[in-house]
């Protein structure tokens, strides 16, 4: 299962916060924590918003972040360690798929699955319903677009890099999403 | 961490939903608790693989060993179990939904001749056919003719035709292997025909069978495959013992065996692994079946085949009878066959003259050491070389070299000359431990003052090695 992870090394726009996280990790990996506490939410919510269970998110998020720590040593800081780590996750994503499992499409997502204290905070489970239903107008891919810039917080331009699209393209493609989401959200409303 | 806020309402609001899921706790201290507990891969000298796939076939089971901790064996094993799957007369196949199989096998009959595709499996990997003929003509003393046919290619819906890139033919039972099929093709045609048709043999002569894919059906079941963590070496797997005829220059006690793969058969296991070593010279150390022997936990033999699945150098599959045998299994191996060439040049010269002719010979007598043995150059001859296919005859030179006792080959090449020569060359192993090896060259002799070294050779070192596995549904002990 060769996994050959290259990026656009033209790149200067990306965060100087992680570039000095990553540095700090690489003399001392006991220093990883700060990159991990990052970014685990963010990796964790991907995979759980594609995933749809919080144990599969799980086990990707752990294999992500342990080939991480792996692989931390060769990094070099040539293009944003964010589109570096969710290509790696995205990999994992493609190994998740190919043992079988079916991509949960956000619909059948339950949101009692999400933990319990959650289930207090009625408002946020009925608006992510609410959401679900939205997005399941959305193609996977427009899908996913939405996880990399919601769940995964990333910038236009670290979403363009991991799709190895235009910054502009990718900006305009979420606006286009948004604008559909805001109508049928609005409409769901009336 | 401080959710960054976005430009719009909607923006946020969807952030805000998303943000309600969160890792657990105790997840998330765990998991940083059992990465920071890693320990870091040790220094030293690293192995030589051949091949990509095995390199990456190792950061995936150092991935997947440190993954272990945090996930659990069994869901990892669960995991490894479903990427790859063994299919009995294809081999391993990639256990995915992209994965194309026959539906049922198919017949092509010819005057009484047919031939049989048993199946058919297209991964992103390679492509395998397996078949088989019935009915093949015997002569009218009761003897099967051999009627051999070993030209096998498959033709794309484009035209396009591939070569096999691996598998053989046995008899009539044939397993070739081809390059992956490109994207979105789900059929081809299956070529079978003789490459010099034996004229005893009374069968068709060409084949064309359509081979239509689809989804895994219903009747097939891959056996299951336990690869990286999941074989488990014990303590003993390092016990390396050194080779009998090791000499300084190739310590063979480097020498590894690594078992890759192991599919859990109806009736028994299917092994498949690898050799490694560390001297840089060599290019292939392979083993064969009768060289090697299988033992379980109690020292009882445990019969083996050799498997054909699987297709790279140095690599061996065996198929191994019987399920209740005591773990862990040993494989150990009394001889390997080592190609190599040697680093430092050894080379010999002799004046060829203007126009060397048929009958001329030179004595050369000179002793070349390479990879810690000795090869004489005692004659060359011009010679002639003969096509036994076509009876074309080219001309070339004739080495007469004494070889030790444990050298199969010797192959030499032209190194003084600045163009690089098409040739051709045979070798026979002649009495008295002496290999004759005949070079032709279609385009013309060389001539003048000649130069040629050693381009590869292949002997055999003698040792002890053994590598000792298990599965966790072997017995133990």
Known sequence: ?190 | MNKQPYESPLENKISDVMHTVNPRQDFSESLLNDILRQKTRSSGAPWKFRGRRWAAAGVLALVLLASLAVVGPYRVAAALQSLIGYLPGIGFVEDSAGTLYLAQPLTSRQEGVSLIVDQVAADSERTTVAYHFEGLPQTPQGEVVACVYDDNKIRLPDGKQRLPVGGGLSGGQARIEFQPLPAGVKQFTLLVAMNNKDERCQAPEKWSVDIPLGSMPPQVTLMPVYEGAQIVPTLAATAVLPAVSATPQNPAGDIQFIIDRVAELDEGYLISGHSVWKNPDWERVDVFPDQVSVLDADGNQVPFEAADVVNQDSAFSYQLSGKNWRSPLTLKVSSVWVQGTPAKTNDFSWDAGLEPKAGQSWQINRKLEALGLSITVQKVSVTQLEDGASGEKTDGFAFDLLIPENMNLVNLVESGSTTPRTSVSESKNAQNGHQILEVGYPDGLPTGRLTYKIAYMIYNLKGEWQTTWSIPQMVTP
């Open chain 1, 1 to 190: 299962m060769s996994e050959i992870i290259s990026l656009d090394p033209d790149v200067s726009f990306c965060v100087d916060e992680d570039a000095k996280l990553v540095l700090a990790a690489q003399q001392n990996p006991r220093e990883f924590k700060r990159l991990y506490q990052k970014w685990l939410a963010r990796v964790y919510r991907y995979f759980y918003f594609r995933v749809g269970n919080q144990k599969d998110a799980e086990d990707l998020t752990s294999l992500v972040f342990l080939k991480v720590f792996e692989d931390l040593p060769h990094y070099k800081n040539r293009g944003c360690f964010s589109a570096w780590l969710f290509a790696i996750a995205h990999a994992r994503v493609v190994d998740y798929y190919r043992r079988g499992f079916k991509e949960l499409p956000l619909n059948e997502i339950n949101p009692g699955a999400l933990p319990d204290d959650l289930l207090a905070q009625s408002v946020h489970r009925d608006e992510l319903r609410h959401l679900l239903l939205v997005l399941r107008n959305l193609s996977l891919e427009e899908q996913e677009l939405i996880r990399l810039r919601f769940a995964a917080e990333l910038s236009y331009q670290e979403i363009g890099q991991i799709l190895n699209r235009k910054e502009d393209a990718v900006r305009k493609s979420i606006s286009r999403l948004l604008e559909r989401i805001q109508s049928q959200w609005e409409a769901k409303n009336e």
